[in-house]
T-cell receptor, first 113, second 113 residues
Framework: GNSVTQMEGPVTLSEEAFLTINCTYT??????LFWYVQYPGEGLQLLLK?????DKGSNKGFEATYRKETTSFHLEKGSVQVSDSAVYFC????????????FGQGTELSVKP | EAQVTQNPRYLITVTGKKLTVTCSQN?????MSWYRQDPGLGLRQIYY???????DKGDVPEGYKVSRKEKRNFPLILESPSPNQTSLYFC????????????FGEGSRLTVL
């Protein structure tokens, strides 16, 4: 079946530290991959996406590269800020599954000053 | 301002008392969907709609109904709520089903006693 697995949280970092949140997927076909972010008390927002192998998505200093050989889409940021504290969701999208996004369980990030 | 609006944002109810969570989007999006978010499980799709009068089940449709009589509205109906439907619910929309770029509402936290 189709699924997404993320590293467990919570992840606690100091400001300006390097961030990696691991995400691996299992999918039939050729999914598009996404990272969504959920700030406290809000809905999810699209952070970045990649639609095919070797594509790199980037936004707000975050990056992720679609690695087909390792079925991974790890999220990275070189220097986190307190304002990056949120829950991050990795997701895959399959057109032939009714447009459904399949989400990982989410990883909570807490950045301390 | 482009947005997805859900109401109510918070609701406490009792087992068996029918309720409706409304969802409205102002972006003329074709695709709308409902998800529930539970700790450790990420988001799971309940129902989706590819256009007016076209709806289909997601992964966890039991105990829920939907309708799509107008393009902008996609209400979620719980005919006889039970405690296992206590959850955080999100409505989302996108221009088409093939993008994976969902716009989410702020969420409706439902407690069924």
């Amino acid at each position: 079946g189709n699924s997404v697995t993320q590293m467990e949280g919570p992840v606690t970092l100091s400001e300006e530290a390097f961030l990696t949140i691991n995400c691996t997927y299992t999918a039939t076909g050729y999914p598009s991959l996404f990272w969504y972010v959920q700030y406290p008390g809000e809905g999810l927002q699209l952070l970045l996406k990649a639609t095919k192998a070797d594509d790199k998505g980037s936004n707000k200093g975050f990056e992720a590269t679609y690695r087909k050989e390792t079925t991974s889409f790890h999220l990275e940021k070189g220097s986190v800020q307190v304002s990056d504290s949120a829950v991050y969701f990795c997701a895959l999208h399959l057109y032939n599954q009714g447009g459904k996004l399949i989400f990982g369980q989410g990883t909570e990030l807490s950045v301390k000053p | 301002e482009a947005q997805v609006t859900q109401n109510p944002r918070y609701l406490i109810t009792v087992t068996g008392k029918k309720l409706t969570v409304t969802c409205s989007q102002n972006m003329n999006h074709e695709y709308m969907s409902w998800y529930r978010q539970d700790p450790g499980l990420g988001l799971r799709q309940i129902y989706y709609s590819m256009n007016v009068e076209v709806t289909d089940k997601g992964d966890v449709p039991e105990g829920y109904k939907v309708s799509r009589k107008e393009k902008r509205n996609f209400p979620l109906i719980l005919e006889s709520p039970s405690p296992n439907q206590t959850s955080l619910y999100f409505c989302a929309s996108s221009l088409r089903r093939d993008t994976g770029e969902l716009f989410f509402g702020e969420g409706s936290r439902l407690t069924v006693l």
